[in-house]
């Protein structure tokens, strides 16, 4: 059996978000890696979202470092998979990602709203003061007096 390297782009997670910062990576060199497992963790100027793979494969490269911010567009990481024998660039059994990482023509996207093109993107929220490094103190809870 032949593999392939492929190169996964940092997607678009966000309406015209144009950059992230890879937080943490999830995996290292050499790691063998399943569909939809995340892979990375990444902050945009609205959240912290995990990103998963969307190949089964093993991680041959890391390409950006944790700490820096890249482009959407930018490849982020290589996955070497089988070759399924399909020249057309098509994506492995089981992805829906095509071999630059966008969907799949067909594929059926997991949140109409977002333009992710990864296979499924889970989204952690954190609050803005947590992100910012700061917490802010919750105000006191309203109780009501019983009436006399």
């Known amino acids: 059996m032949s593999l392939k390297t492929q190169r996964f782009p940092l997607p678009d997670v966000g309406e015209g ?34 990103l998963p793979s969307p190949w089964t494969g093993t991680v041959s490269a890391l390409l950006v470092e944790a700490g820096t911010t890249v482009d959407v567009g930018t490849p982020i990481i290589e996955i070497t998979v089988p070759d399924t024998g399909g020249s057309d ?7 829906a990602a095509g071999s630059d990482g966008t969907p799949a023509a067909g594929a059926p996207r997991t949140r109409a709203p977002d333009r992710c093109s990864s296979a499924t993107a889970r ?14 103190a919750r105000p006191p809870r309203h109780r009501s007096r019983p009436r006399p």
Not at 28 to 41: F, K, P, R
Not at 127 to 136: E, L, N, Y
């Open 89 to 95: 660039g098509s994506a492995p059994a089981g992805s």
């Open 123 to 136: 989204w952690r929220r954190r609050p803005a003061d947590v992100v910012a490094g700061t917490r802010r």
């Open 17 to 50: 978000l144009t950059e992230a910062e890879i937080v943490e990576w999830q995996v290292a060199v050499g790691d063998t890696v399943e569909v939809n497992q995340t892979i990375v963790e990444i902050e945009t100027a609205k959240s912290l979202v995990d």
